[in-house]
């Protein structure tokens, strides 16, 4: 579509706002306000993918009160429950600092979990359960032939397939208190989806060696270009300072080349606490937003949430001033909550699963808090009828809808956005490894389904 029939589409949007303001204050009926609404929604739906989440907002913020549904960031403002202590056959832990990962590292359609401690094992909790109802067997201690006994400090993992081989890697980001040095470690996966095996560690490939006390590092699609780009979170213990480090993929989907640091990008600015970072979709608009959990006081006060959301794009992000505490979510006086998103019950929404550590009783706990959002996917199916075909596939999936398609996202079994597509009456998941992913599609009313794929 041509820029000046984009502009027109605009323009036509702001008559409509205005049009649907008076009506509302002239009391015309529901009727009408119905159908400045619908036309209202589909031309939101065509100028997100050209205006940026604020410009949309300052357009429609005239009559936010009647559609607040289609404001990016309101779609579907996400609720959490209270948070429940060491589930799913889960023990508290004799060891603070245990920084935790989620992910399916058996290629059996749950989200199996990793903890590594401060200073030492990484210990593995296999899902023994399935996607819905989890159960964590007893943990395992340096599974997979992974060795940590060289490092000697701050560690913080993650598992991302960088090499596009099928299976997940390691990556953590380490400080070393014997010389002071941090890098990024990488062990590769030498085995397969279904039976991992984890070579040596080996130090900097990437070239990336900041001088931080704490780095935790985030693999994701920010530029929706469709490889995984590199955003860190640090903190510089003497400065007491903490901030935000976007290395870009210029390489690609298998052979990553990261461009040199940008500091505190899209909008995101220096804090005074520890950080530590989080990826996901929370408010269903098809971008990435960023939960960050703190460490304030030095750990003498609680800790909190900031949620920063992304008022730019899928391919151009922007956050916005981090909110505090957001979606019911409190750290209930833990010290720190060290968390990760998962769909652990398999209701198509995120969930949160973290370590946390209370100061004051010097005792761990796991804390899950569960997405209680009241709109299910469960709920949307019966009046939002989807097909997709084939489904196992290797490349192409056909989804069959009489709905208007807003946006259709490809996510793996954490809820992490791997790619957004244009094109939304078929998908093409051929560049991407073997295993099980989320595709979720969103209509122009901002209902969603969220169905599990299978490529094989």
Do not use: C, W
């Not at 340096?142 to 397939?161: K, Q």
């Amino acid at each position: 579509m041509k820029n000046h029939a984009y502009a027109r589409k605009r323009r036509q949007l702001q008559f409509l706002v205005k049009k649907l303001t008076r009506v509302l204050q002239q009391d015309h009926g529901k009727n009408e306000a119905g159908q400045l609404i619908l036309k209202i929604k589909k031309l939101t739906a065509i100028l997100k993918h050209v205006l940026q989440g604020f410009q949309l907002k300052k357009i429609l913020a005239p009559a936010a009160f009647a559609f607040g549904a289609i404001l990016p960031g309101q779609m579907t403002a996400q609720q959490f429950a209270t948070p429940i202590e060491n589930p799913f056959g889960l023990e508290s832990s004799s060891v603070n600092y245990n920084f935790t990962a989620l992910v399916d590292i058996d290629n059996d359609g749950d989200s199996d979990m990793f903890i590594n401690e401060l200073y030492g094992n990484i210990f593995y909790y296999q899902n023994t359960g399935t996607a819905s109802v989890p159960e964590f067997a007893a943990p395992v201690p340096n599974p997979f032939d992974i060795s940590t006994a060289a490092f000697e400090g701050v560690n913080i993992l993650t598992f991302a397939d960088l090499d596009a081989d099928g299976d997940f890697d390691l990556y953590m980001g380490s400080y070393n208190e014997g010389d002071y040095s941090s890098s990024i470690h990488f062990f590769e996966n030498t085995g397969t989806p279904e039976n991992p095996q984890f070579g040596p560690a080996q130090a900097n490939i990437f070239d990336i060696a900041p001088q931080v006390d704490f780095l935790d590092p985030n693999f994701v699609d920010l530029d929706n270009d469709g490889d995984l780009d590199l955003l860190t979170s640090a903190y510089l213990y003497y400065e007491e300072i903490a901030g935000f480090t976007y290395y870009e993929n210029i390489g690609t989907a298998s052979a990553p080349q990261f461009a040199a640091g940008q500091s505190n990008p899209f909008g995101l600015s220096s804090m005074s606490t520890y950080a530590f970072s989080e990826f996901a979709d929370l408010d269903n608009d098809g971008d990435l937003d960023l939960l960050a959990s703190n460490i304030n006081g030095y750990g003498f006060a609680p800790g909190s949430f900031s949620y920063y959301e992304n008022t730019g794009s899928a391919t151009e992000p922007q956050f916005a001033t981090p909110e505090e505490n957001p979606f019911d979510l409190n750290f209930i006086d833990k010290t720190y909550i060290l968390h990760q998103f998962a769909d652990l019950d398999a209701d198509g929404d995120l969930d949160i699963l973290g370590q946390s550590y209370e100061i004051d009783t010097e005792t761990t706990a796991f804390v899950y808090f569960e997405n209680i959002t009241s709109v299910s996917t469960k709920d949307l199916e019966l009046d939002f009828a989807l097909q997709l075909a084939p489904n196992p596939t290797n490349d192409i999936i056909h989804i069959q809808t009489d709905e208007v398609l807003q946006s259709v996202v490809l996510m793996d079994l954490q809820g992490r956005i791997l790619k957004t597509f244009e094109q939304i009456n078929s998908v093409s998941i051929k560049d991407f490894p073997v295993g099980m992913y989320y595709l979720k599609m969103t209509n122009v009313d901002g209902k969603y389904i969220v169905k599990k794929i299978q490529k094989h």
